[in-house]
Nanobody
Framework: VQLQASGGGLVQAGGSLRLSCAAS????????MGWFRQAPGKEREFVSA????????LYADSVKGRFTISRDNAENALYLQMNSLKPEDTAVYYC???????????????????????WGQGTLVTVSS
């Protein structure tokens, strides 16, 4: 599985960006997917995740109400719409997929990077104040 994240860039505080993650090598419609981010000098942190069926979405408290995760299983793609961006959202954003966990396991551990077994290369988001 190859994941390719894109859509990052430089934006002013209060602005919006839409990240995309294109998958190839395997159809990901049966797998949960997520977004994580890593700011300079900090550990990678959970941002958002979505189940294969779109029935479940999860968000970090820091982005709830501002970010929206979605997926298009027909296009084998994952998206993250980011609104009302803040300087503290500056980070490299990574998409990932969990191809091995049963649904119940994923839901319980969706915020943990360890359960995701394939990762994209990351796309840089910079929010200026």
């Amino acid at each position: 599985v190859q994941l390719q994240a894109s859509g990052g860039g430089l934006v002013q505080a209060g602005g919006s960006l839409r990240l995309s993650c294109a998958a190839s090598g395997r159809t990901l419609s049966n797998y949960a997917m997520g977004w994580f981010r890593q700011a300079p000098g900090k550990e990678r942190e959970f941002v958002s995740a979505i189940s294969w069926s779109v029935a479940y979405t999860l968000y970090a408290d820091s982005v709830k109400g501002r970010f929206t995760i979605s997926r298009d299983n027909a296009e084998n793609a994952l998206y993250l719409q980011m609104n009302s961006l803040k300087p503290e959202d500056t980070a490299v954003y990574y998409c990932a997929t969990d191809t091995s966990s049963p649904g119940s396991t994923w839901y319980a551990k969706a915020r943990e990077s360890e359960i995701y077994d394939y990762w994209g290369q990351g796309t840089l988001v910079t929010v200026s104040s």
